[in-house]
């Protein structure tokens, strides 16, 4: 991993310049105030004295505020870890204190032995902001972070760091991998294996419509699978879908009825429900819970058992009252390991933003786990205050992609609504003019923050990533330990009787690789009188020269034209098998047309990762 860059690397200018597409509606001097005010609130709500970029205002130094590690006892090796985010698992049907009762009795078992924080929080109403937020710490976006898939951002996540000190990374989910284009921010971030299909014997959930898989399909299909992974450590990654809405499969009635007999059994949770009970919700959590505790009886089994740690999380949570609007977003947080020395309940505020800080800090400084000593994480990490406590302002995203919303400073204000906030978040409606104009203010520049920097990729800068993570390939690979054997080729005017012509091929080591990434310039010249396509190839084998992957960048050239092309692509190499090591990579031109082509200019960087 990488040292923190020179600081005179860095471009050291205001945000404003990249504000003004997003805002064009705003005059200058005040689209230079607000790039001003995102600085200056991210300086102060961020480590004020560790910034190393005006033009990057969350990439900083990290900072070694470690608050996992004492109640951790030595690991003799890494960790596995295993990450558990439950449907709609809202903390208002859930743990201490739940506003309808708990209906999660096994859930509350564990976190007696446990780490467990009260008032944590998810960053989205849905779904689609759990991933991104968990595992990488990011901006929440515009509409959502992976809605800019196509081209995301400069990034870093717990998921990269991962796997580049070895880890095998998993993703188990029943539904669809497209939805919320989650397939494209774990493959970005180095996932190793995404399940695609269940076997036959399966069934899926509902009759006209399905989401997809139960959860208990779910946790029981991926025993049989993970036994087949690499012995390296893991990373386990499950999303449930049971407990969502219309909680139809295949154990539905036989858990209303649990449910009649848990009324029946804790009379006093009746007193608790509102109009918006739903007795197949209710049902279904109590499925999901029951599913749980016997994914736990089986792993502890397992002989990885031991050196584990389990994270579980709601992707978020529910609520039906302006009074209560907090509560779609508070979720419980249970961090469960046999290492773990004792437990503890932290009223400290936190978000999903916060896991990934903590866990890279947790396993660097109890392992030999290798992490930048620079951060761009939105969150700060994980808050084990005793007592409630509120050291940072959150905004939130909701379903429908808005940010009507602000917490801060023991103040929650939902659209023109203000409420003071107190343990268990609950809300207290006030009026009071000047708190809720600095509160306005606030939100607008937190939402800004939020939209822009991810919009136009000022999250980390490019070359501190490619120092931290990528590995050349061309033109130079001589910092690549990776590459055994090596030959490039600098003559490229391709006549008619050439069909490929090589760029380059590298024998590699052993290795992780799993994506080829392309940056720079070509400027191409075609000499014949139609219009002709040519493609640019990158082609991978195994150890014995089976073709693994094939993948093209392709130049559309018109007659007697010379065209220039900017190149900006991330190839994520598609396997057969996950497990199947790279150890040959061709890039060659394809002259497929047999045309007559001059590359006039090329000025390529390609990197593998």
């Known amino acids: 991993m990488s040292t923190i860059p020179n600081k005179s690397l860095i471009i050291e200018n205001k945000v404003a310049f990249f504000i003004y597409s997003s805002y064009q509606y705003f005059t200058q001097t005040e689209l230079d105030n607000l790039a001003n005010e995102i600085n200056n609130f991210i300086k102060k709500e961020y480590y004020n004295d560790h910034f190393l970029s005006n033009e990057y205002p969350l990439f900083r130094e990290r900072v070694n505020n470690d608050v996992l590690s004492n109640y951790f006892e030595p690991f003799d090796q890494k960790p596995?870890?295993?990450?558990?985010?439950?449907?709609?698992?809202?903390?208002?049907?859930?743990?201490?204190?739940?506003?309808?009762?708990?209906?999660?009795?096994?859930?509350?078992?564990?976190?007696?032995?446990?780490?467990?924080?009260?008032?944590?929080?998810?960053?989205?109403?849905?779904?689609?902001?759990?991933?991104?937020?968990?595992?990488?710490?990011?901006?929440y976006g515009e509409m959502g972070f992976?809605?800019?898939?196509?081209?995301?951002?400069?990034?870093?996540?717990?998921?990269?760091?991962?796997?580049?000190?070895?880890?095998?990374?998993?993703?188990?989910?029943?539904?669809?991998?497209?939805?919320?284009?989650?397939?494209?921010?774990l493959l970005y971030n180095k996932t190793d294996y995404l399940i695609k299909y269940f076997p036959p014997i399966y069934k899926k959930m509902g009759k006209d419509f399905s989401w997809g898989y139960d959860d208990r399909t779910l946790f029981n299909y991926s025993f049989k699978v993970i036994d087949s992974f690499p012995t390296s450590p893991r990373a386990d990654i499950y999303l449930t879908l049971s407990n969502h809405n219309p909680w139809e499969y295949a154990e539905i009635e036989k858990y209303e009825k649990k449910l009649d007999q848990y009324f029946a059994q804790h009379p006093d949770l009746y007193s608790k429900q509102t109009d918006f009970f739903d007795k197949k919700r209710f049902a279904t959590v109590l499925y999901t819970d029951d599913v749980l505790r016997e994914f736990f009886k089986a792993y502890k089994k397992r002989p990885e058992f031991e050196n584990t740690i389990f994270i579980i999380t709601g992707d978020h949570g529910l609520s039906y009252n302006i009074n209560l609007a907090l509560k779609k977003f508070h979720v419980p947080l249970i961090i469960y390991s046999p290492k773990l020395k004792k437990s503890a309940v932290f009223k400290g505020v936190c978000s999903h933003s916060d896991i990934s800080p903590s866990i890279e800090l947790l396993l660097k400084n109890k392992t030999s786990f290798n992490i930048p000593q620079w951060t761009c994480y939105i969150g700060k990490g994980l808050d084990t205050s005793k007592f409630f406590n509120m050291n940072c302002s959150y905004a939130f995203i909701w379903e429908n992609k808005t940010y009507p919303d602000i917490l801060s400073n023991y103040y929650y204000m939902h659209k023109d609504s203000l409420f003071t906030v107190s343990d268990n978040f609950l809300q207290r409606n006030i009026k009071n003019p000047n708190i809720e104009k600095e509160l306005k203010h606030k939100q607008t520049i937190i939402a800004s923050m939020h939209k822009i920097l991810p919009k136009q990729n000022k999250i980390l800068p490019q070359h501190s990533f490619s120092t931290a993570y990528r590995l050349p390939l061309y033109p130079n690979y001589k910092?690549?330990?990776?590459?055994?054997?090596?030959?490039?080729?600098?003559?490229?005017?391709?006549?008619?009787?050439?069909?490929?012509?090589?760029?380059?091929?590298?024998?590699?080591?052993?290795?992780?690789?799993?994506?080829?990434?392309?940056?720079?310039?070509?400027?191409?010249?075609?000499?014949?009188?139609?219009?002709?396509?040519?493609?640019?190839?990158?082609?991978?084998?195994?150890?014995l020269n089976r073709l693994i992957s094939w993948q093209s960048i392709d130049f559309e050239i018109k007659e007697k034209e010379t065209k220039n092309f900017n190149i900006h692509k991330y190839l994520i190499i598609s396997r057969t098998s996950s497990f199947l090591p790279i150890y040959k990579i061709n890039v060659y031109f394809w002259n497929q047309e047999r045309s007559i082509l001059s590359i006039k200019k090329m000025n390529l960087d390609i990197y593998i990762e």
């Not at 999660?104 to 780490?115: G, K, M, V």
């Not at 196509?150 to 998993?170: A, E, M, Q, V």
């Not at 188990?172 to 919320?180: A, C, I, K, M, V």
């Open 80 to 139: 596995n870890l295993v990450f558990i985010i439950i449907e709609s698992l809202g903390r208002n049907y859930s743990g201490p204190d739940a506003l309808y009762g708990s209906f999660t009795p096994f859930l509350d078992s564990l976190a007696q032995h446990s780490l467990y924080w009260y008032n944590f929080l998810s960053t989205a109403g849905r779904t689609f902001g759990a991933l991104p937020s968990i595992f990488a710490s990011t901006p």
């Open 146 to 185: 992976n809605e800019l898939a196509d081209s995301f951002p400069t990034h870093t996540s717990l998921l990269r760091n991962l796997k580049h000190n070895g880890y095998f990374i998993s993703f188990f989910y029943g539904g669809w991998l497209g939805f919320d284009r989650m397939s494209d921010f």
């Open 479 to 543: 910092n690549n330990p990776f590459v055994k054997y090596y030959k490039k080729n600098d003559n490229f005017i391709i006549n008619k009787n050439q069909e490929f012509i090589d760029v380059c091929t590298a024998e590699l080591k052993h290795n992780f690789f799993n994506t080829i990434i392309v940056n720079g310039f070509i400027q191409i010249q075609s000499q014949l009188l139609k219009k002709i396509t040519t493609k640019l190839v990158f082609e991978t084998r195994d150890s």
